[in-house]
């Protein structure tokens, strides 16, 4: 095939292209990257918690931080119609010394030991009674703690030593690692003074159907999806993040169009006497669209390539926010061959409109 | 019964004052087994006029009849389907497609569809051997001599068994010693196969080699006479 045997012909100039398709969509994907990498940071502690739907405090605007319950809004909230299960969970950013002079900060949610709000252990035991704390693998990544450790979470202007017996595969939330202890010692660490006077959770977890924006006098129920939107500062990242991925596709899809269109005017006296011989333009056409999904597609797996190799080496450290997913990667290297054949639209157009007369002027 | 008919064929350039008539009325008839050759000045109309019959050009007046149909009323995908299966082309240049080999550029009209590839594949190997090429069958054809390249243009105008060969100066890049080699093979493809071909040459010798010489002058035939 005329295709096939021109890119085999023709290494170093389609062997270029293909490179600068190849880091474009490498670009691409470690944007896509960033942006998952930075969800995740945000509020994947929050998705990966174990229900539908979250209760805020009617005056808190979607805010875990700013949000607060007492028990009367937890019971009104678990007896809304349309809930099957509710559990209250408290959130409070911890600075948590661990180590000599070494401290960092951990989202401490307060969840009810044995309920279905308390994630389920990688290793070690459930939350059992007060004293004890779960950590996820990303803090343990961090501060290097191990099941059996004494964690010291602050309460007032001292500090508690809390037992670590299980390790949680969570996420982060707010940027920071989570670790998860029972409800009781988070209203310790959040509120000082009288146990009355505290409030009973921060939020709700709910497992139900239909319930979003059902509300009561104080509170409020979205889905969890939405809980993660409103988590401050995730909106504008996300759009950020996505800006930047679709002026890389805009650019690569007219770098690529660019590209294939120099390589036809290039070709416009060879295109010529082919149809001049007898090649529809349907066929020269094919050919070229051919070329340039080989060229994309190649590009777009050397850059997967490229990005796996990232993540595995300089990225392995948790400084840098970035993942990679198989449906990031794959729909990040697929826009980036179907933005090229869009590109590549201008040189179809070009090839049908040469005029095989040119056969003869070009002599 | 002439095999290609040309009737008051007429074709001009530009409207009104700047109107130029580059072929003006020309009528004349190419029977199987003829090879015409065309000569003239430059600027006379001679390639123009092998464009039109080669569905390159359309004509402003008059027919083009090959085998009786009417090619100017073709539109593009007849015309594409007329120069692929009816017309063989032999450019001034060769115009091989540099990054294929000798035989790859013959096979290459097996790609334009419409016929069986197995027969053409044979089809190449026959013409090979006949225009005395087996030997630089599987070079680039960058690679290939001045006269190597225009057999291997003949090979691939005669590939797909057309009716008409046109020719445009095949030997104008040439020494006179290869330019005869090169029209002589393609006289013989002509009468063996009963082809008829028409050659624009600016070459008197090369225009002698011919069964029949047309003079053209300013558009219009000016002689018309075997050689």
Redesign the interface.
Same mark, same amino acid.
């Given at each position: 095939m005329l295709a096939l045997i021109e890119l085999k012909r023709r290494k170093l100039q389609f062997g270029l292209v293909t490179g600068v398709v190849a880091l474009i969509s490498y670009l691409i994907i470690m944007v896509t990257g960033l942006g998952l990498g930075l969800n995740e940071q945000a509020g994947t502690g929050l998705l990966a918690l174990n229900g539908d739907h979250l209760a805020y405090a009617s005056n808190a605007n979607l805010s875990v931080i700013r949000s607060r319950l007492t028990e009367e809004h937890v019971a009104e909230i678990a007896a809304a119609p349309g809930v099957e299960q509710a559990s209250p969970i408290g959130y409070i950013a911890a600075v948590v010394a661990h180590g000599p002079g070494e401290s960092d900060t951990a989202a401490t949610l307060g969840v009810v030991p044995g309920s279905f709000a308390e994630p389920n252990v990688v290793e070690g035991e459930q939350l059992s009674g007060p004293g004890e704390v779960l950590v996820d693998r990303a803090w343990v990544r961090l501060a290097g703690t191990a099941i059996g450790d004494m964690l010291p979470l602050p309460i007032g202007f001292e500090a508690q030593d809390f037992t670590v017996v299980g390790i949680v595969d969570q996420g982060s939330f707010f940027f920071q690692p989570t670790v998860y202890v029972p409800l009781e010692d988070w209203q310790a660490l959040a509120y000082q003074g009288d146990p009355s006077s505290r409030p009973a959770a921060s939020i709700v977890l709910i497992q139900g159907e239909d319930l979003d924006g059902t509300r009561g006098d104080a509170w409020q129920i979205v889905t969890k999806q939405e809980g993660f939107r409103n988590i401050e500062g995730v909106q504008a990242q996300q759009a950020t993040v996505n800006a930047l991925r679709y002026m890389g596709l805009l650019i690569g899809t007219l770098v690529i169009g660019v590209f294939f269109y120099v390589i036809t005017l290039q070709k416009v006296s060879l295109l010529g006497i082919l149809k001049a011989i007898g090649a529809s333009g349907t066929f020269l056409a094919t050919q070229g669209l051919l070329q340039v999904f080989l060229v994309t597609l190649g590009g777009a797996l050397i850059s997967v390539g490229l990005a796996l190799l990232t993540e595995a080496t300089l990225l392995s450290s948790d400084t840098v926010p970035i993942m990679f997913t198989t449906d990031a990667l794959l729909t990040s290297a697929l826009s980036v061959v179907a933005g090229g054949l869009v590109g590549a639209a201008l040189s179809v157009r070009q090839v049908a409109a040469i005029d095989p007369i040119i056969a003869m002027q070009q002599q | 019964m002439a095999i290609l008919s040309l009737r008051g064929v007429t074709k001009s350039f530009g409207e009104g004052a700047q109107r130029v008539d580059a072929v003006s009325g020309v009528s004349l008839d190419i029977e199987r087994g003829e090879m015409v050759s065309l000569v003239g000045p430059s600027g006379s109309g001679k390639?123009t006029l092998?464009?039109m019959v080669?569905g390159?050009?359309t004509p402003t007046a008059g027919q083009i009849l090959m085998d009786e149909v009417d090619i100017v009323q073709f539109g593009?995908?007849d015309r594409? #389907?007329y120069? #692929?299966?009816k017309v063989g @082309?032999v @450019?001034?240049?060769s115009?091989m497609?540099? @990054?294929?080999t000798a035989r790859?550029n013959l096979l290459?009209?097996a790609? @334009?569809?419409g016929a069986d590839k197995s027969a053409l594949r044979r089809r190449a190997d026959e013409l090979l051997n006949e225009l005395e090429l087996t030997s630089v069958a599987d070079q680039?054809s960058t690679r290939l001599s001045g006269g190597e390249r225009q057999r291997v243009a003949i090979a691939?105008?005669l590939m797909?068994d057309p009716m008409l060969i046109l020719v445009?100066?095949p030997t104008?890049s040439l020494n006179t010693e290869l330019g005869e080699r090169v029209v002589d093979s393609l006289a013989a493809e002509v009468h063996d196969r009963n082809k008829a071909c028409i050659m624009v040459t600016h070459d008197d010798r090369m225009a002698a080699r011919a069964d029949r010489l047309i003079e053209f002058r300013d558009g219009r035939l000016l002689n018309d006479g075997s050689t």
């Open positions: - | 390639s092998l464009a080669g390159l050009l593009r995908g594409t #389907r120069r #692929r299966d @082309f @450019f001034q240049g115009n497609v540099p @990054f294929l790859e290459l009209v790609q @334009f569809g680039l691939r105008a797909r445009d100066e104008a």
